[in-house]
């Protein structure tokens, strides 16, 4: 147990519709992550937060995806009008003090008709 | 644009070989490296950390750190069928840098 849910574990949507995603930390942790993982690669950095406040975003999340993490505990990742180029797992982890080891949830594998 | 380059494999050993998987990142500042496994269909589980430079054992793993040469490689001796799955290789620069950049990951399959 790496002490983070996610949910939905599995979600098929068709092209154009909009999806949420949600982390949900069992305990307090100030850093949360979302990465992507699509087959045959490793996990890809999409956004992190501190806290409340949302640090750092990679080139990767284009302005039809957005991430909240509105009282700095559990977060959300939203993606509008999903294309098939977004079926891919999309993983939470949360980062061990002091090394930064990141801890994976479950993930959500989000398949794109 | 920081670079971590796997061999994807797949690699393929006889139970109770030593399985080797090398991993090279092109951020000369990096600080910190790890290894995670991870089974298909599941997210990925930490193996180890590695900083400084020489090996780390734990168990039937060993990580061997070189910076000058930039590269890091994971030992796993009496390997296991359960062994079988995708190792991926993760390195954090240094400089307050929150963000590890990840392989693409050796797929390793060890059979009886």
């Known amino acids: 147990d790496t002490g983070v849910s996610q949910d939905p574990r599995h979600k098929i949507t068709k092209r154009g519709q909009n999806v949420t995603f949600r982390c949900d930390p069992i305990?307090?942790?100030?850093?949360l992550y979302w990465y992507r993982q699509t087959l045959g690669q490793g996990p890809e950095f999409l956004t992190y937060f501190q806290n409340e406040a949302q640090l750092e975003k990679s080139r990767l999340l284009s302005d039809r995806f957005s991430a909240e993490r509105p009282k700095g505990s559990f977060s959300t990742l939203e993606i509008q009008r999903t294309e098939q180029g977004d079926s891919a797992m999309y993983l939470c982890a949360l980062p061990d003090s002091p090394t930064d080891t990141q801890y994976f949830g479950p993930g959500t594998r989000l398949t794109v008709l | 644009q920081k670079e971590v380059e796997q061999n994807s494999g797949p690699l393929s050993v006889p139970e109770g070989a030593i399985a080797s998987l090398n991993c090279t990142y092109s951020?000369?500042?990096?600080?910190?490296f790890f290894w995670y496994r991870q089974y298909s269909g599941k997210s990925p589980e930490l193996i180890m950390f590695i900083y400084s430079n020489g090996d780390k054992e734990d168990g039937r793993f060993t990580a061997q750190l070189n910076k000058a040469s930039q590269y890091v490689s994971l030992l796993i001796r009496d390997s296991q069928p359960s062994d079988s799955a995708t190792y991926l290789c993760a390195v954090k620069g240094g400089g307050g840098s929150y963000i590890p950049t990840f392989g693409r990951g050796t797929s390793l399959i060890v059979h009886p």
């Open positions: 305990s307090e942790h100030n850093r």
């Open positions: 951020d000369r500042g990096s600080q910190s």
